[in-house]
T-cell receptor, first 114, second 113 residues
Framework: GQNIDQPTEMTATEGAIVQINCTYQTSGFNGLFWYQQHAGEAPTFLSYNVLDGLEEKGRFSSFLSRSKGYSYLLLKELQMKDSASYLCAVSHEGFSGGYNKLIFGAGTRLAVHP | DAGVTQSPTHLIKTRGQQVTLRCSPKSGHDTVSWYQQALGQGPQFIFQYYEEEERQRGNFPDRFSGHQFPNYSSELNVNALLLGDSALYLC????????????FGQGTRLTVV
């Protein structure tokens, strides 16, 4: 089967650092995505990891360990606008020649307070 | 460059009715995937269209069907609506030959009463 787990809710203080963990069990793994979704809006792409290690992009970093089925999203210098849901999604191997489908976790609602 | 556009943004239907949702992919993208997102949950994969054919399908009943047109736009049809079909329906487009990132539309909020 396919299972993706992430914490339901997290809170953090403006200016701090927060780490959102994601564990997964899935067959046909072809990469892991993190998306940000503000309430009532579309998910927006944050990061993509296909190889083990850390990918850094500004205030956001994402880490992947394929052997452990584990990823985390690290947000630095938190701002109030970072209050949103963060979705971990595994790219599941699909048919050749096309885009792979995404298997999403339930999302982590992050609340940033002053 | 317009991103992924979906219409309508909101829709209210009665149980048993049929609904059609529409999606125009981002320019240069040829693959469209549809997702259902219930309140407080992550998106669930419905199906994916590429070259006007359904290529992959998630665990959704046959009441959910779709179509892709030669211009890569797509429709999602749901027949015999149930109360449980109330959700945000997201369309995502991507290019099979480019980056693997999927771009999402703003979604259609469907309410079945």
């Amino acid at each position: 089967g396919q299972n993706i787990d992430q914490p339901t809710e997290m809170t953090a203080t403006e200016g701090a650092i927060v780490q959102i963990n994601c564990t997964y069990q899935t067959s046909g793994f072809n990469g892991l995505f993190w998306y940000q979704q503000h309430a009532g809006e579309a998910p927006t792409f944050l990061s993509y990891n296909v190889l083990d290690g850390l990918e850094e992009k500004g205030r956001f970093s994402s880490f992947l360990s394929r052997s452990k089925g584990y990823s985390y999203l690290l947000l630095k210098e938190l701002q109030m606008k970072d209050s949103a849901s963060y979705l971990c999604a595994v790219s599941h191997e699909g048919f050749s020649g096309g885009y792979n489908k995404l298997i999403f976790g339930a999302g982590t609602r992050l609340a940033v307070h002053p | 460059d317009a991103g992924v556009t979906q219409s309508p943004t909101h829709l209210i239907k009665t149980r048993g009715q049929q609904v059609t949702l529409r999606c125009s992919p981002k320019s240069g993208h040829d693959t469209v995937s549809w997702y259902q997102q219930a309140l407080g949950q992550g998106p669930q994969f419905i199906f994916q269209y590429y070259e006007e054919e359904e290529r992959q399908r998630g665990n959704f009943p046959d009441r959910f069907s779709g179509h892709q047109f030669p211009n890569y736009s797509s429709e999602l049809n749901v027949n015999a609506l149930l109360l449980g079909d109330s959700a945000l329906y997201l369309c995502a487009s991507s290019s099979g030959t480019g980056r693997t990132e999927a771009f999402f539309g703003q979604g259609t909020r469907l309410t079945v009463v």
